[in-house]
């Protein structure tokens, strides 16, 4: 089947990512918390990546607790088992797996995920697939993107410019960049109760703040970017080269927002 998760897993994308994770646990975990993810309870959680995100249910749920994640990549797996087996107290397991057919052996008392159903091939049918492995009243909790939502006040162009790129990237390879802003349809399409939502964008002005996340993620996907047609790889070392974003924010007085990162969470139902 086709791999839809266009950002790569290259050692440079795993630290993107990795810096990503810290940018927002503080949410990721408010959002655990809403869902009523605690101590003891059994989780899924798809698209594990790095590990980030499993580590920090594994700390959640304690050593009474249990966490399975699943991850395509058998490189990413391997380097989440291992940062796992590092810290030595988590009751974490990794499994290499297709989500698009993946099929639990066990029922959970959640199902979570960040960053991952845009990637795959059925949002919809696979998040209705593994909500029939969740007890009833179990937790359903994700955390989805809209880069659609990248800008800045007042405008600055090259800012402008380089989110036209990110958004045509995701269009190109076929993967909603917007997800994130309908995930409360997507929850219900996919069967469940309407969920509980908040939504958040990270932002900085002046000199350094959330710039690499733009600069990386352009680096990551310039590829797609060229391959689409956007921009030529001289135009995106050009955009990239010297601070010139920075600058250019600085120079317009200008804060930076990043993408709309929207947390939903629910309850499978009793009846």
Not at 28 to 49: K, M, N, P, W
Not at 121 to 131: F, H, K, Q, S, Y
Request: glycine share 12%; hydrophobic share 45%; charged share 20%.
């Amino acid at each position: 089947m086709q791999d839809h998760y266009l950002l790569g897993r290259s050692s440079r994308e795993l630290v993107r990512l990795e810096r990503q994770a810290a940018l927002i646990e503080a949410e990721t975990e408010a959002l655990f918390r809403r869902a009523g993810i605690g101590r003891g309870d059994s989780v899924l959680e798809i698209g594990s990546g790095a590990g980030d995100v499993a580590m920090l249910l594994g700390r959640l749920v304690g050593p009474a607790g249990a966490v399975l994640g699943v991850e395509r990549a058998a490189d990413s797996a391997a380097l989440a088992a291992a940062r796992i087996a590092a810290v030595g107290d988590l009751a974490v397991q990794i499994e290499v797996a297709d989500l698009n057919t993946f099929v639990p052996t066990k029922r959970f008392d959640a199902l979570v995920g960040r960053f991952i159903l845009p990637y795959l091939e059925d949002p919809v049918g696979t998040l209705a697939r593994l909500i029939g492995h969740v007890r009833p009243g179990g937790a359903i909790a994700f955390m989805e993107f809209d880069v659609r939502q990248i800008g800045s006040a007042p405008e600055v162009p090259l800012l402008s410019e380089i989110g036209r790129w990110i958004v045509g990237a995701y269009e190109y390879r076929g993967v909603a960049p917007g997800l994130g802003s309908s995930l409360g349809a997507t929850f219900r399409a996919a069967g469940l109760p309407w969920p509980e939502l908040a939504a958040f964008q990270k932002s900085s002005c002046g000199p350094g703040g959330i710039i690499w996340y733009f600069e990386q993620l352009v680096r990551t996907l310039a590829p797609e970017i060229v391959a689409a047609g956007l921009a030529t790889e001289a135009e995106i070392a050009a955009a990239l080269r010297d601070g010139r974003l920075e600058a250019e924010g600085i120079a317009r007085g200008a804060t930076f927002y990043g993408p709309r990162w929207v947390s939903g969470w629910t309850h499978v139902p009793s009846g």
